[in-house]
């Protein structure tokens, strides 16, 4: 199959989404893939695949790398395991133990059954999913077809590739990686193996890549005549990958959900000094505008309407003004981008100057992204109120959305600490039935209250309050800010009172994995953007269990209560102590978007009465809030899912 060149694009033509009745038809068929029966299934294979432990713990290196050779054979054979599946996961599992030096417990086994029978296996954070990926990867590499496993930087892309090698090569499977920084050679090399590690970034633009430099020979009856008659010229077209055929998922939750909202976008850039121009220009006269007289802000959607007066207003400043600033509707339109850039697009939380460049920031997980520009003039917009020199606008070349090319795969599955919360987006788009993996040991982490304040600068001053008191018990705090603004004032908070930090976010993230595996060291306090350091284990010092583990605080709640669910599981791994807190106030951007103006006010007024705080009321309006953000979100992807459909029918007529 490796060999076959026939092969090298061919993919999975997938359906448009379902609507309607057949969409509600089709959730109650993913709640019956869900059954609890399928689950007693799954978790029987797994006890009976750790009964088999004494066939292979006694064999020879040798006599246990032929056994699984031969695994390997049949598999190659038949096309999947089968029959020999139980055997050849304990066989895998033996091979774990004498070449990474863990033996996978019964509760991975059971994970990797779920991905081999492709769903998406909810397992906690610590559970070990990366060991649990590779004992599933090593199944499907068996089969000689691509074997692509996702993961959500290019950090543990390195890592997972290399620290699982060893297994892999014990097991006759060859594994490879792709990262940003590979050239075409290199990229061609990793994905020639039988297991690729790579993001979903670098996989998604490969792909399109491969397809502009097919063009008219994208079909591959067209492209085996070319080579028939002309060997010489075709000479693999400058093709880096070998098909799609397999994808394993990890973190699935921030791969296909969260970094979903927008579809990856291959452009080039072309130069337009008109654009930098009017940009400046728009900049200028957006500053002699006022809000609420001059135009109104619509917080929910980042959203500005020009009201009667600012329009007048703009027609008088423009008067003078050469070109597009005489039409009213195209100059409306450049002054509501900047005010848009003014009013919702602000520095170190959206984005960071880096080096006198914009620099977008990932808001699920606070990491920077050089190669991502604002489309639609925004870019230049932000870049004229920063002041910085003006990049060139893109012409696009190609786009695909992450959910429609995921299910290109033909077998997809995953893994992620929270699919509960999305199980439906999960079935809905993916075809992938959530399953949740029981823990290892028994989770005693102690979910704290929330704690809640009237104005942002009493939380936060409360939250020094407590990282102090942690500090002198010597426990350790990891503490969870939804910006690097937030992240960069708490630390200037902590250095006025002679606290010792380190901070994690877009700014600093060379030494991420050593900051993250050392933050559960005694009386350390770390504070981090989000979900950075995603994927490293905390693990406890000397003592620290002692004094009652690694405490997370979390200084906002995120609009997906997702993305809160992992952040406080960093804490109470493998049974570990630990607790978890969040610190809100009523001047959080998730409250003063999504709550309704007199929720706010019955808020304001709990928190000043003297009886005390409604818990129930706070906990109602945390959830309202969350909903109504997750159902926005929800429908932002699902547009651009169907964008991408509407365009795939729009320009049928245009084929490959």
């Known amino acids: 199959m490796r060999g076959l060149d026939y092969h090298r694009i061919l993919h999975r033509k997938p359906d448009p989404p379902l609507k309607g009745l057949d969409a509600a038809v089709n959730r109650w068929i993913g709640s ?29 290196d040798h006599d246990l790398q032929q056994s699984l050779f031969q695994f390997r054979q049949h598999t190659r054979r038949e096309g999947r395991p089968g029959i020999q599946l139980i055997p050849a996961l304990a066989a895998i599992r033996e091979a774990a133990r004498r070449q990474v030096g863990l033996h996978p417990f019964v509760v991975q086994l059971l994970g990797a059954l779920a991905l081999e029978n492709g769903f998406l296996a909810e397992m906690a954070t610590g559970e070990g999913k990366t060991l649990t990926a590779g004992l599933a990867a090593v199944l499907a590499g068996w089969t000689g077809r691509p074997c692509h496993l996702v993961t959500v930087n290019d950090y543990l892309v390195k890592r997972d590739a290399a620290w699982l090698q060893p297994l892999y090569r014990f097991c006759g499977v060859r594994v490879g990686c792709v990262t940003g920084d590979m050239d075409a050679d290199q990229r061609r090399h990793g994905y020639d193996a039988d297991v690729t590690y790579t993001t979903s970034k670098e996989l998604l633009a490969d792909f399109l890549r491969d397809q502009i430099r097919l063009q008219a020979l994208a079909h591959p009856t067209r492209r085996l005549i070319r080579r028939l008659l002309a060997p010489q010229a075709f000479a693999r077209e400058g093709l880096v990958q070998r098909g799609l055929h397999t994808v394993l998922v990890d973190e699935a939750d921030s791969v296909l959900i969260d970094e979903a909202v927008t579809p990856l976008i291959i452009s080039s850039p072309r130069p337009n000094a008109q654009l930098h121009s009017a940009a400046r220009t728009a900049h200028t006269l957006a500053a002699t505008l006022e809000p609420e007289q001059h135009y109104q802000r619509n917080l929910r959607y980042k959203e500005v309407d020009l ?80 002041g910085v020199k003006f990049s060139d606008p893109s012409e696009t070349v190609a786009r695909m959305s992450f959910q429609r090319f995921f299910r290109c795969f033909h077998r997809i599955a995953g893994m992620t600490g929270t699919g509960a919360e999305a199980a439906y987006e999960f079935w809905q788009i993916y075809g992938l039935p959530v399953i949740r993996i029981p823990h290892n040991k028994p989770c005693v982490r102690s979910q704290l209250p929330d704690r809640w304040f009237l104005t942002q600068e009493d939380k936060m001053t409360a939250v020094v309050d407590e990282l102090e008191r942690f500090h002198r018990e010597g426990r350790p705090v990891l503490v969870g800010t939804r910006n690097v603004a937030a992240s960069e004032d708490l630390a200037r908070r902590l250095a006025e009172k002679r606290m010792e930090c380190q901070v994690l976010n877009a700014h600093r993230l060379d030494t991420e994995a050593q900051i993250i595996t050392l933050a559960g060291e005694p009386g350390r306090v770390t504070i981090a953007t989000n979900m950075a350091g995603r994927g ?6 000397d003592g620290v269990a002692a004094t009652g583990g690694l405490h997370v605080l979390s200084t906002e709640r995120h609009e997906s209560g997702r993305v809160d669910r992992q952040l406080f599981g960093r804490s109470g791994r493998q049974g570990d102590p630990g607790s978890a807190q969040a610190f809100l106030s009523l001047e959080d951007e998730l409250l003063k978007r999504h709550l309704p103006t007199a929720m706010q006010r019955g808020l304001v007024a709990s928190l000043r009465r003297p009886a005390g705080l409604s818990r129930q009321l706070c906990a109602t309006s945390l959830r309202w809030a969350q909903h109504k953000a997750e159902k926005q979100a929800w429908k932002q992807r699902l547009a651009v899912l169907r964008a991408d459909e509407w365009l795939s029918e729009s320009l049928s007529f245009a084929g490959q």
């Not at 490293?536 to 010092?541: F, P, S, V």
Request: hydrophobic residues 40%.
């Open 536 to 541: 490293t284990d905390i693990r406890l010092g």
């Open 32 to 60: 019956y893939r869900r059954r609890g029966s399928v689950f007693q299934n799954l978790q029987a294979q797994a006890v009976e695949a750790d009964a088999l432990r004494s066939r292979f713990v006694d064999l020879s």
């Open 307 to 386: 009201t009667e007066a600012g329009i007048a207003h703009l027609a008088e400043c423009c008067a003078d003004l050469p070109g597009i600033w005489r039409g009213q509707e195209r100059r409306d339109e450049l002054i509501r981008q900047a005010l848009v850039a003014r009013e919702y697009f602000l520095r170190d939380k959206q984005y960071i100057v880096n080096e006198g460049k914009v620099v977008i920031v990932d808001e699920f997980t606070g990491r920077p992204m050089p190669q991502r520009t604002w489309r639609e003039g925004l870019h230049q917009a932000v870049e004229a109120k920063e």
